[in-house]
């Protein structure tokens, strides 16, 4: 069978081990459901183009390993009931290789004009069909939650979904495609690297020949595969408009009317809570956010468990704060006002390797409601880094939330920091760590971690017993709200340090002035706060 053949004459180890697992998940299927109650969703793209040819591969191998090998000419092909949703926005190309590939396999073809869903309900009334084989891949809109194996979703037509190439990742398939030498959809060839519609659907402008601006390179020579999907076009709104603008950074006056970012910090650390390390993340993530014009409104404390890490995180989400969790540490943002827009960040530290205690991304996946699943471009930094030198699984120190990942890249950083949504993941195992991986968000435009407008603070010194000042003090935080005013003793006899903040000059000038001129001459200014 020459796609067996080819793959297990490759020299790509990886590719060989994917496609053992797929095939695996074919011949399961075939032994599972009746050959006749088993149907493929071909829809002509490069996906489906590999599930093609795994599936020809399994059912090869399947007939083979029931000692049929008399019979063996007949199993090159696979007659598989094949499925095609031909829709009139289709790429023409697609359609063309579509029933070019159909005839050239021998599948028998039902093609169905309605949407998927309507499609599979009068598919399943007319033929029983147990399970379908679909070409998701993680990554895929559709993909968070599947498993190899995954009943159809409630309110849709019973079924199994069958998804032998869950864990492929962009290079996968086109490892597979070339090293197979099968043919594909020859709009892959003029720059298309996913294929939807012809309405929101484009070249992918990063394989575009700089020689001319008007030719693009193959997509198998896109180098970065979570750009995959950077061909199809994205409907905008004012509302998305608007917070790209604000994430670019601050200018004039939309700096100016941000109120505040403000965040929560939560460290993930037994060690801290036995009291045998002094967490040191908690009050250098405080300064770095106030440097930047975020007011951090809590700091908690959790165990290296998941369960704590995903309840303190739902706790968080249910406030309007900005989260950081750190850690064995975890920082998370969240609820922000900017030009009444909701901005939302999440900053996440630590926690990653493959100990037991590394919690910190099981108890994001299990707040966000996805599951850890295996990122190919991850574990290829990880090899790059650790090489050879681990003990035990490596691929378990790849295993990320589904479907919400994305890798924050620079060049001063041994590994990407890891985004999950709204949530950042630090892996700083120091202070000094800590502040090279800041520095690198700050200059990193998808962190979406930005400068907004400075506060001003005011730090007054006195003698005077706190019952005298309580009264003035009070009636202060009433009339300028948006100033915060608090005040604290350095000792039991020292002075009382008042301390005045916030992102108004004048209106902070003002509180000081009114409190100073209370208690003429008994009120001198400090530098800080100490």
């Not at 998940?25 to 489906?48: C, H, M, W």
């Not at 499609?119 to 968070?144: C, Q, S, Y």
């Not at 949530?423 to 800590?434: F, G, K, M, R, Y």
């Not at 608090?486 to 004048?506: C, E, F, W, Y």
Request: some cysteine.
């Amino acid at each position: 069978m020459e796609i067996d053949t080819a793959v297990r004459a490759s020299s790509d180890s990886r590719l060989r081990t994917k496609y053992d697992n797929a095939v695996y998940v074919v011949q399961r299927a075939f032994a599972l459901y009746p050959f006749e109650e088993i149907a493929f969703s071909f829809n002509g793209g490069k996906d489906s183009t590999v599930l093609l040819h795994l599936i020809r591969a399994g059912y090869y191998l399947h007939k083979t390993s029931y000692g049929e090998e008399a019979h063996i000419d007949t199993f090159q092909n696979c007659p598989l009931r094949t499925i095609y949703f031909e829709t009139p926005c289709a790429f023409p190309e697609i359609n063309s290789f579509t029933y070019e590939t159909v005839s050239t396999y021998g599948l028998p073809l039902e093609t169905i004009g309605l949407d998927f869903k309507s499609g599979l309900e009068g598919l399943l009334k007319k033929k029983p069909t147990k399970a379908i084989f679909i070409g998701t891949r993680i990554g895929d809109p559709n993909a968070v939650g599947q498993e190899q194996f995954s009943p159809s979703s409630p309110g849709w037509p019973p079924f199994m979904r069958v998804n032998p190439i869950l864990d492929w990742s962009y290079r996968d398939v086109w490892s597979f495609l070339l090293t197979c030498k099968v043919k594909y959809c020859s709009l892959y060839d003029e720059g298309y690297t996913s294929i939807g519609s012809i309405y929101d659907t484009v070249p992918n402008a990063l394989l575009c020949d700089s020689s001319n601006g008007k030719n693009f390179r193959p997509a198998y020579m896109l180098s970065d595969g979570r750009l995959e999907r950077a061909g199809r076009a994205k409907k905008t709104s004012n509302k998305t408009e608007t917070n790209s603008v604000a994430s670019n950074g601050i200018s004039s006056t939309e700096g100016e009317q941000i109120i505040s970012r403000s965040a929560s910090v939560i460290v993930v650390g037994d060690e801290i809570l036995f009291g045998t390390v002094e967490d040191k993340f908690g009050t250098a993530l405080c300064k770095k956010l106030h440097e930047i014009g975020w007011r951090v409104s809590h700091v908690a404390v959790v165990r290296n468990e998941t369960d704590s890490v995903a309840e303190e995180i739902e706790r968080c989400k249910s406030t309007d704060d900005a989260v950081s969790v750190g850690g064995l540490f975890i920082f998370e943002t969240f609820q922000v006002w900017c030009n009444g827009i909701d901005a939302v960040q999440v900053f996440l530290v630590g926690g990653l390797g493959p100990l037991h205690s590394d919690v910190s991304l099981a108890g994001v996946a299990k707040a966000f409601g996805v599951r850890l699943a295996p990122d190919e471009e991850f574990e290829e930094h990880l090899s790059q880094l650790i090489g050879n030198s681990y003990i035990g699984n490596r691929n378990e120190m790849a295993l990320l939330p589904e479907g919400i990942t994305e890798l924050l890249h620079h060049k001063r950083l041994p590994l990407p920091l890891i985004k999950c949504k709204n949530v950042i993941i630090l892996a700083a195992t120091n202070v000094d760590e800590l502040d090279m991986e800041w520095n690198c968000l700050l200059d990193t435009h998808e962190s979406g971690l930005v400068r907004v407008k400075p506060f001003v603070s005011k730090h007054l010194s006195t003698s005077l017993p706190d019952v005298k000042i309580a009264p003035v003090v009070e009636k202060l935080c009433l009339e300028f709200s948006d100033v915060y005013i608090g005040a604290h003793r350095i000792s039991r006899t020292g002075p009382l340090v008042v301390n005045l903040l916030g992102k108004d000059n004048q209106r902070v000038e003002g509180a000081t002035e009114k409190l100073t001129s209370s208690f003429e001459g008994q009120f001198s200014q400090v530098d800080s706060c100490k």
